[in-house]
């Protein structure tokens, strides 16, 4: 699958009930059109390591203009997608992002806690959203 140049895409861990829900939450609050891809799928794979990452499951990836986002930037980067209030997060841009990553990666070590793991279900309107294989 060839990805046009606009296209945005997050990355999530399909295998994690917090991922899960976060997706959820994006397509329930989203005002432009998102992409979503699991971590796990040959797609993934493919459009990542051509990007040159390394793909950790613990870590949100957020492809968009051609350029990828990862950890607490990719989160800031979907919350500007989002509709209002939750662009008002772009001001955590002004904290280094050595801190905002330490908060990520505290939070996504117990992400499979937080949540009971199950599989996103997407509405029919919502399946051409869901990039596979």
Same mark, same amino acid.
């Given at each position: 699958?060839?990805?046009?140049?606009?296209?945005?895409?997050?990355?999530?861990?399909?295998?994690?009930?917090?991922?899960?829900?976060?997706? !959820?939450?994006? *397509?329930?609050? +989203?005002?432009? &059109? /998102?992409?979503?891809? @699991? $971590?796990?799928?040959?797609?993934? !794979?493919?459009? *990542?390591?051509? +990007?040159?990452? &390394? /793909?950790?499951?613990? @870590? $949100?990836?957020?492809?968009?203009?051609?350029?990828?986002?990862?950890?607490?930037?990719?989160?800031?980067?979907?919350?500007?997608?989002?509709?209002?209030?939750?662009?008002?997060?772009?001001?955590?841009?002004?904290?280094?992002?050595?801190?905002?990553?330490?908060?990520?990666?505290?939070?996504?070590?117990?992400?499979?806690?937080?949540?009971?793991?199950?599989?996103?279900?997407?509405?029919?309107?919502?399946?051409?959203?869901?990039?596979?294989?």
């Amino acid at each position: 699958m060839e990805i046009e140049k606009d296209q945005k895409i997050l990355f999530y861990d399909g295998d994690c009930g917090f991922c899960n829900s976060s997706v !959820q939450f994006v *397509l329930s609050h +989203k005002k432009n &059109d /998102i992409y979503f891809a @699991t $971590l796990q799928s040959n797609f993934a !794979q493919q459009t *990542l390591n051509s +990007k040159g990452i &390394d /793909i950790k499951l613990d @870590t $949100l990836y957020y492809l968009k203009n051609n350029t990828v986002y990862s950890k607490s930037s990719a989160g800031l980067q979907i919350s500007n997608e989002l509709k209002f209030p939750f662009p008002l997060f772009q001001l955590f841009y002004i904290v280094p992002p050595f801190i905002r990553d330490y908060f990520y990666t505290s939070i996504a070590k117990r992400r499979h806690k937080l949540k009971a793991g199950h599989c996103v279900i997407p509405s029919e309107t919502d399946k051409i959203f869901f990039l596979t294989d």
